[in-house]
């Protein structure tokens, strides 16, 4: 039985992680905030290897400020974002977690890149902010 499972906006890819998540966050930074369209993304950290797929995606590859490569991967018919896939680290696999078929169970448990919050965006969650990305 998978931990998670998730899809794009149109249902021509899904996925599966059967791990449970590592870590799930808050990211404030501009790059995401372009990606979503929102003020900030929730990302669900999960290892790589527990995550299989099914559909196409398409990679737009970005650049962040440590100047590695974020990968990021959406639908390729629908431009649902799914995944951020980091240069520095290829062991994880960010989930975008709007893309999950159940988000009941989710915690952030943090708050990144806060130095770029909206300015009406208060924290939203009891755990640690940081200003840039801790790691």
């Given at each position: 039985?998978?931990?998670?499972?998730?899809?794009?906006?149109?249902?021509?890819?899904?996925?599966?992680?059967?791990?449970?998540?590592?870590?799930?966050?808050?990211?404030?930074?501009?790059?995401?905030?372009?990606?979503?369209?929102?003020?900030?993304?929730?990302?669900?950290?999960?290892?790589?290897?527990?995550?299989?797929?099914?559909?196409?995606?398409?990679?737009?590859?970005?650049?962040?400020?440590?100047?590695?490569?974020?990968?990021?991967?959406?639908?390729?018919?629908?431009?649902?974002?799914i995944?951020?896939?980091?240069?520095?680290?290829?062991?994880?696999?960010?989930?975008?977690?709007?893309?999950?078929?159940?988000?009941?169970?989710?915690?952030?448990?943090?708050?990144?890149?806060?130095?770029?919050?909206?300015?009406?965006?208060?924290?939203?969650?009891?755990?640690?902010?940081?200003?840039?990305?801790p790691?």
């Amino acid at each position: 039985m998978p931990e998670l499972q998730g899809r794009c906006l149109c249902g021509q890819f899904s996925y599966e992680s059967s791990a449970a998540p590592l870590a799930t966050m808050i990211c404030h930074c501009r790059n995401c905030q372009r990606q979503s369209g929102a003020a900030f993304s929730v990302n669900v950290v999960v290892p790589a290897d527990a995550v299989t797929t099914k559909g196409a995606l398409k990679s737009f590859l970005d650049k962040g400020d440590s100047g590695n490569t974020v990968e990021r991967q959406f639908c390729a018919e629908c431009g649902s974002p799914i995944f951020s896939r980091l240069s520095a680290n290829p062991g994880i696999a960010i989930i975008k977690a709007g893309t999950l078929d159940d988000t009941s169970g989710l915690r952030p448990s943090g708050e990144v890149w806060c130095d770029s919050a909206q300015a009406w965006v208060k924290p939203v969650v009891d755990g640690p902010r940081f200003a840039k990305n801790p790691g």
